[in-house]
């Protein structure tokens, strides 16, 4: 990883963001073929035009961007960790993959191995994120089923004997503790990841090869409540899902980036 040393915000920031695919054109990369062949044709105007797409900022990611610092204070206060504000990483390979991260932390060896990613939403939201991640999946209607095959795999996985004529509903009366069902695809990511940021959060992990972990802070100084105020939860490199993440998110990636340069070969002009 390559650290860039600017300021978020500056006119500096936003010509390194420029033809770049950063945290939130991920999800972009990972979407529809429709929305792709958008991001690309955004992507070839900005290096034809030399200018940075313009995207409007509501009063609520004014509110967001303005707390954010009280944020890291309070992240800092609450668990004891230095956060270093870093203006752009850039992959140590792949210089048109970027990533402006909300803080990295050092451990004793003095490598970033942890890092902080900051949401500052709206109340409401905030309280869904904490229902998603503490109250049971199967009570918020997040849990699916287990289909028979299913089913059937974990019992015999727990060598529990069954009618192998049995009926769904029956075959499940038999599950042991602790298996309720499968998270549905609204389900938090890595069971702590509001799936919105789940792309986002993947970047990190691309980016910076070192990092072991990634805290997700969501914080909204409008509650009353000084506990209620910020709320963190993590994410480790090597939880399954996040694994199996980064490997489709850096298949994906060459692909978008061959077709990118294919189709800019063809619409630029060849001497640009």
């Keep these: 990883m390559k650290i860039l040393k600017l300021e978020q915000g500056t006119q500096e920031w936003h010509d390194q963001r420029r033809c770049s695919i950063t945290g939130t054109k991920l999800k972009v990369v990972m979407g529809t073929e429709d929305a792709q062949r958008t991001l690309i044709a955004e992507l070839i105007a900005e290096e034809g035009t030399e200018l940075t797409k313009e995207h409007r900022t509501s009063m609520e990611m004014e509110r967001g961007n303005g707390e954010e610092e009280f944020a890291v204070k309070r992240f800092e206060s609450q668990t004891a960790k230095v956060v270093d504000r870093v203006g752009m990483c850039q992959h140590e390979i792949h210089d048109w993959i970027k990533l402006s991260p909300d803080g990295l932390i050092k451990n004793k060896k003095g490598k970033y191995t942890e ?16 229902i998603e991640n503490m109250v049971p999946l199967i009570e918020t209607g997040l849990m699916a089923d287990y289909t028979v095959a299913e089913t059937k795999k974990i019992l015999d996985d727990n060598k529990i004997e069954y009618d192998k004529k049995a009926k769904k509903d029956e075959l499940q009366s038999h599950l042991p503790a602790g298996y309720d069902g499968t998270p549905k695809s609204g389900a938090p990511f890595c069971g702590s990841i509001p799936q919105e940021y789940k792309w986002q959060v993947v970047h990190y992990f691309i980016v910076v090869k070192e990092l072991e972990k990634l805290h997700f802070a969501t914080y909204d100084e409008r509650f009353i409540a000084e506990d209620i105020k910020l709320y963190i939860t993590e994410v480790e490199r090597t939880h399954p899902e996040m694994e199996q993440a980064i490997k489709e998110a850096e298949e994906q990636l060459q692909e978008f980036r061959a077709k990118w340069m294919r189709w800019r070969d063809i619409v630029l002009p060849n001497n640009f």
């Design 115 to 130: 890092a902080l990613e900051i949401k500052c939403p709206d109340s409401k939201k905030l309280i869904l994120y904490k």
